[in-house]
């Protein structure tokens, strides 16, 4: 440090002056890109998200409604008799819905679903429903994009 202070105390009034205000931008610079944009940037991200987020919430108020529907619409059940796995395939194959695990368990069936479009999710629920098919328990989580969701757990069961 000492070397640099009696370095800088030889050049010449002009010379210190110049040094001591490219300092001064190279403090602004680095202050600029190391702290202020990525700061800047991390924000603008967030408020992308939450933009998301907000848009996401509306579209699931809004068709919440036709799921408390289609849950309430119960009335026009009947008696299912025959392969749970191949009624199941057969119905989310009509609805181009692509079941990516199934796993059998006694009168009862678990199905998993990576990604599926939540309007073709809530028709193939109610397809199931009418044949007579119960659905005993289900855990649904949105996926990466808009209007898609992810099935990670839905557990069926014969009436």
Do not use: C
Not at 102 to 126: C, I, K, R, T, Y
């Amino acid at each position: 440090m000492e070397k640099l202070k009696s370095t800088f105390q030889q050049l010449n009034p002009r010379e210190r002056l110049l040094v001591s205000i490219s300092a001064v931008f190279l403090v602004i610079a680095l202050f600029y890109w190391v702290v202020w944009s990525p700061l800047n940037t991390s924000i603008e991200r967030g408020q992308k998200s939450l933009t998301s987020q907000q848009s996401l919430l509306v579209w699931v108020k809004k068709n919440s409604n036709r799921a408390i529907q289609l849950q309430g619409s119960g009335g026009n059940k009947s008696q299912f008799s025959g392969s749970l796995p191949q009624a199941v395939n057969q119905s989310a194959s009509r609805l181009k819905i692509k079941i990516s695990r199934m796993q059998p368990q006694g009168d009862e069936l678990q199905v998993w679903v990576d990604q599926a479009p939540f309007n073709d999710v809530l028709s193939w629920l109610q397809a199931l429903e009418k044949t007579g098919i119960h659905i005993l328990d289900i855990d649904i989580a949105e996926a990466g994009e808009p209007g898609q969701v992810k099935i990670r757990r839905l557990k069926l069961g014969k009436s």
